[in-house]
């Protein structure tokens, strides 16, 4: 009878075919407000990252190995919000919460290979900037064509790779029910806690890869700045001094910006309901303001720009007029 049993209760588990998004649905009348915020931002983000990889491709001045990493964060940055926030805009203008099992998992699959990239990016510009500063002789004799591609690609591949380390543990899981995430994505940790399953060690391989992905890249990207500033107070002059620091103080801020958020999602543990607020704040908030760091602060940038603008768009205002 009891073999009967567990037979009964195999037959009766539904295996699970699509989830649920719950997303932000308890917010009521308040989606409306976060619709317009998101929307916004997401026009706001895009435009700006895609002015960025347009100014490096078109301007002589930015055409160094420093820019050619910078605008290749910038695609690696739209890739990253266009995964998660269009789903999240039709969750919220039409209600549609459905998303297939295989979409699921290939949407956490892209998400997590995409953040995991931007760690090593993060390492790759650290490293750069720590190159030019101490050995500025040797800097364009290192950083040739052909090193700069390696640096931009092994990020993507290092990121992906273990991105499909995590996923393959994550589909070993059972799923039969319940099948709504508490979040607007599919992440480890929401599809971690809906498994019927032991997810015990796709948790820990989650752990593993987390601690080598993105808190042993930090330590290193620290390691390196330490060296940079170290570097430059031994410059003469505070003029030396604050032309090498603002090099080097617009990937400071976004590398500080990135690591201590996504430290502040995945390394603290669960907190229920507030996880997708701060997933959305590191989702959204955090990647918005990195087209204007590299912009606002950066006199090369700027100056792109301001050729741009006397080029292209004043002889149009001040057109005269037939």
Excluded at 310 to 318: C, D, I, Q, R, W
Aim: hydrophobic fraction near 50%.
């Amino acid at each position: 009878f009891q073999g009967f049993y567990s037979i009964q209760q195999d037959l009766n588990k539904t295996i699970v075919q699509e989830f649920f998004l719950i997303a932000f649905s308890d917010l009521k009348q308040l989606q409306i407000l976060l619709l317009l915020f998101v929307l916004v931002t997401y026009i706001i983000y895009i435009t700006g990252n895609i002015t960025i990889i347009a100014l490096v491709r078109t301007e002589t001045l930015l055409q160094t190995p420093m820019y050619f990493i910078i605008s290749t964060f910038a695609v690696l940055e739209i890739m990253f919000v266009a995964v998660t926030i269009p789903k999240l805009l039709d969750n919220l203008i039409s209600g549609n919460k459905r998303i297939s099992f295989i979409e699921c998992f290939t949407q956490m699959c892209i998400y997590d290979g995409l953040g995991l990239t931007e760690c090593y990016m993060l390492l790759v510009m650290a490293f750069d900037r720590d190159l030019a500063i101490n050995n500025p002789l040797h800097y364009s004799t290192i950083m040739k064509k052909e090193i700069c591609a390696l640096l931009a690609a092994a990020p993507w591949v290092a990121g992906f790779a273990a991105s499909f380390v995590t996923t393959g543990f994550m589909a070993q899981l059972d799923f039969c029910g319940p099948n709504q995430i508490n979040h607007f994505t599919c992440d480890l940790a929401p599809l971690q806690i809906l498994s019927c399953s032991d997810p015990s060690i796709s948790k820990l391989v989650t752990i593993l890869t987390a601690t080598f992905a993105s808190i042993l890249p930090s330590i290193i990207i620290t390691a390196f700045y330490v060296h940079i500033i170290n570097a430059i107070l031994k410059i003469k002059g505070a003029e030396g001094k604050q032309k090498a620091f603002s090099t080097c103080s617009s990937h400071l801020i976004v590398a500080s910006l990135f690591f201590g958020s996504a430290l502040v999602v995945y390394s603290i543990p669960s907190r229920g309901e507030n996880d997708k607020f701060l997933a959305l704040i590191y989702t959204v908030l955090t990647p918005l303001l990195n087209p204007f760091i590299y912009t606002f602060r950066n006199s090369d940038v700027k100056t792109a720009i301001n050729k741009i603008c006397v080029k292209y768009v004043y002889p149009v205002v001040h057109k005269p007029h037939s």
